[in-house]
Each structure stands twice: as C-alpha cells, then as structure tokens.
C-alpha cells in the first residue's frame, strides 16, 4: 500500500505537506485569537468565515475544474492566495481592534484554500489510486505538525503558525507543477466536452445532486462535521481553561505540551486507519454510522471528565472514527458520481457537507462556550453528532450502479 510508484508517492508527498501547513492554524488559531483578546463568540465568527468562505466558494471550484480540467493550476493558485491571506493575521495583531482585517483575511484564505483538498482528492481517485494510502500520509502529517506545535507555539509564539503555513505552501506549489498533466484531459476532450458515453456536465451535475443516497451522505457529513469541528476548534482552549497537565517523571505537560500529545495520537492512529480500513469486511453504510459514533465520542468524554489519561486515551476512538467515515464519505460520493463530475462531487462533499456543518460548529460551539460554560459545550455538540451518525442508516447503495455492495474492498 506504499507503493513508491512516481505519481503516488507526489500525491503522499502533496497531502503530507498541505497537511502539516494546515495542523498548527487549526489546532492553535482559537489560541493566537485569545492571545489578541477576542472573546468566545468572535473566535465562532471567525471560525465561521473560515468555514462558510469555503462552503461558497468549493462548488464553484469543482465546477472550474471539471469544465476546464485545470486542477493543477487551481491547486497553485489556492496555494500561493491563501498563504498571502494569512499574512492579515500578524498585521491585524499590531492593531488595537484587529477583528475587522482578520475576519476578511480568515474569508479570503477559506475561498483561495478550499479548493485543494477536494479536487487533490479527486485527482487521486480519477488515476485509481485508493484513497486510504494516500489520505495516511495527511494525517500523519497532521500528527507529526500537531504534536510539533505543541512545542513550537510556546518557544516562538502563536504567530509561528502563520508563517509556517506560508512557508509549506511554497513547498506544495511546487510538488504539484511536479504532477503529470490531469488524467482527464489525456483524453483528448476539451473544455466542457464529454466521452460519447459519458452524460455532460450539466446532465452528470443534476443527476448527482438529486441523488438520494448523495444527499443522505451529506447530511450525515453535516451533522458529524459539526460535532468535530466544533469540538476541534475549542480543544486548545479547553486543555487550558481546565487547566490539564501531566507529569511524566521529570518531565511535565503543559496545558499546549498535552494539546499537541492529544493531536499526535489521535492523527497518528488516523493515519494507521486510513491505511486498514478498507481492509474490514463492513460495507460503507456501516463505515459512516460505527465511524460518526466512534469519532463523536471523545467530545462527549471532554464534557464529563478532565481527567488527564482519559482525554489521551480517547483520541484513539477520534482518530479511528475518522478515518471510518471520510473513507465511507468520499469512496461513496464518488461511486454515486458520474466520471465527468469526479471534482464537483467531492468539492459538494467538502463543502455542504464537511464545509457547511463546520462552520455551523464554529458558530454552535462558540455560543455554547459563552452560554453555557466550556464542558457542556462538549456535551451539547456530541448529541448532533450522534445524530449525524444515525442520519447514516439511510444509505442504501455501496455502489454507483445502486447494487448493494458487500464488503467496502469489494
């Protein structure tokens, strides 16, 4: 499953690198926020933009892809504008109120970035590839920069987090211009144009979207994504305001030491995850509903116990769960898919699904944690995630053709 076939390993290389850009923004962004002194409703705002640029702007990058089969250019060019969108962040920390610059830089980073994980998601599976074997190398990249940071920030600061996602986006911009040219357009076809037996690109799009099972999936990817996010979101700022260390001999865990440790298990048995998960003999309908109910249960755990071995132990069960349901999610989204619309239904999955149910999370949790305190926050965000997970009971395809399929490596 490691293969060290030439186009595979720059896909590995590419997630690995987006990744680790990605890991200390998302994990310690709520931290650099309250640093700045913004409260738990304008760090949901932000955490909304975040979400929402992207849910707008993701259907009409995959459209863009599919129509004019330019996924590489669409991958540098959301590399390069999200890294120069970030640079608002350490302006906006020089000012006395630094909300406004920051919400507008947090919106043009979600647009310019969104595009890069569904349509890189898209190429993978267009070229054959499976999914697991490339998605581990993302979330061991995720791990590794995860528990990294959780060092770094208290050495060099919370700002280090920006510059480090600029400087990885530089680095992915050129593995991707090291990509062969798109594997659709080796075809022959042009711009909009389809193979003779292949629907066009309105018809594959309509059909997509009013597909039942299609829709199912992203409700399902909403209300999970929610919990997650949301729960994601605030882990810093809960590690801290709880105030959870761990003694380890002479060495002590600080409140971000614990955070980054908490982040490299969970991401690091993601990573082992994603590798096996096909390898079950469970169907991808019971992959979504075990995976949201796995992944859903460590914010539940957050909100009845701060007991330092417990909150370590759990992100074991996060990691696996989801694992269990991108699998699940992607694999089926594009199954349901016709070849012709390979990015417009990943970035429709990316973005009403995980997208949109993320930023709903920002905006939840982040008025949960004002109204109600930081542990029933974590409480209240589990209960729609389990939802979510029962929201999965009503796929009822595996498989494009609308056949049942019996084992997810079928």
Same mark, same amino acid.
């Given at each position: 499953?490691?293969? &060290?076939?030439?186009?595979?390993?720059?896909?590995?290389?590419?997630?690995?690198?987006?990744?680790?850009?990605?890991?200390?923004? /998302?994990?310690?962004?709520?931290?650099? &926020?309250?640093?700045?002194?913004?409260?738990? /409703?304008?760090?949901g705002q932000i955490g909304f933009l975040l979400m929402a640029a992207g849910v707008v702007a993701q259907p009409a990058w995959g459209l863009?892809?599919?129509?004019?089969?330019?996924?590489?250019?669409?991958?540098?060019?959301?590399?390069?504008? /999200?890294?120069?969108?970030?640079?608002?962040?350490?302006?906006?920390d020089s000012l006395a109120a630094p909300f406004a610059l920051i919400a507008a830089g947090t919106a043009l980073y979600s647009a310019l970035r969104s595009p890069v994980s569904p349509i890189?998601?898209?190429?993978?599976?267009?070229?054959?590839?499976?999914?697991?074997?490339?998605?581990?190398?993302?979330?061991?990249?995720?791990?590794?920069?995860?528990?990294?940071?959780?060092f770094l920030v208290g050495y060099l600061g919370s700002v280090s987090i920006i510059y480090f996602y600029i400087a990885s986006a530089g680095l992915m911009v050129a593995i991707v211009w090291s990509l062969p040219n798109d594997?659709?357009?080796?075809?022959?076809?042009?711009?909009?144009?389809?193979?003779?037996?292949?629907?066009?690109?309105?018809?594959?799009?309509?059909?997509l979207i009013t597909n039942r099972n299609f829709l199912v999936i992203l409700a399902a990817a909403f209300l999970l994504r929610l919990s997650i996010s949301g729960g994601?979101?605030?882990?810093?700022?809960?590690?801290?305001?709880?105030?959870?260390?761990?003694?380890?001999?002479?060495?002590?865990?600080?409140?971000?030491?614990m955070t980054g440790v908490a982040w490299a298990i969970n991401s690091g048995i993601e990573a082992v995850a994603f590798l096996y998960v096909l390898k079950t003999n469970i169907s991808y309908k019971w992959l979504l509903v075990g995976g949201g109910v796995t992944v859903v249960i460590p914010n539940l755990v957050y909100g009845l116990t701060t007991q330092p071995v417990v909150l370590l132990a759990v992100q074991s069960l996060g990691g696996i769960g989801f694992a269990m349901v991108s699998v699940a999610a992607v694999d089926l989204a594009h199954e349901i898919s016709a070849e012709r619309v390979t990015s417009t239904a990943q970035s429709l999955l990316t973005g009403l699904g995980y997208g949109l149910g993320a930023a709903a999370g920002?905006?939840?949790?982040?008025?949960?944690?004002?109204?109600?305190g930081i542990m029933d926050m974590?409480?209240?965000?589990?209960?729609?995630?389990?939802?979510?997970?029962?929201?999965?009971?009503?796929?009822?395809t595996d498989s494009r053709s609308g056949e049942s399929r019996q084992t997810a490596g079928a």
């Open positions: 499953m490691l293969t &060290l076939e030439s186009s595979k390993v720059r896909f590995q290389a590419l997630f690995f690198v987006y990744f680790i850009g990605s890991s200390g923004f /998302s994990v310690f962004r709520n931290v650099y &926020l309250e640093e700045m002194g913004l409260s738990g /409703s304008q760090m863009l892809s599919d129509y004019f089969r330019a996924d590489r250019t669409i991958l540098v060019v959301g590399g390069l504008g /999200s890294a120069l969108a970030l640079l608002s962040y350490p302006i906006g890189a998601t898209g190429m993978v599976l267009s070229r054959g590839f499976d999914y697991g074997s490339v998605r581990a190398f993302g979330s061991l990249a995720w791990a590794i920069g995860s528990l990294g940071f959780g594997g659709r357009s080796e075809d022959g076809t042009g711009d909009g144009e389809s193979e003779a037996d292949e629907p066009g690109l309105k018809e594959a799009a309509r059909a994601e979101a605030f882990f810093a700022v809960y590690m801290r305001n709880v105030e959870v260390s761990l003694g380890l001999g002479p060495l002590v865990l600080s409140p971000d030491g920002q905006i939840v949790a982040g008025t949960l944690l004002d109204a109600v974590y409480v209240g965000i589990s209960v729609l995630g389990f939802l979510g997970a029962a929201v999965g009971l009503l796929v009822s």
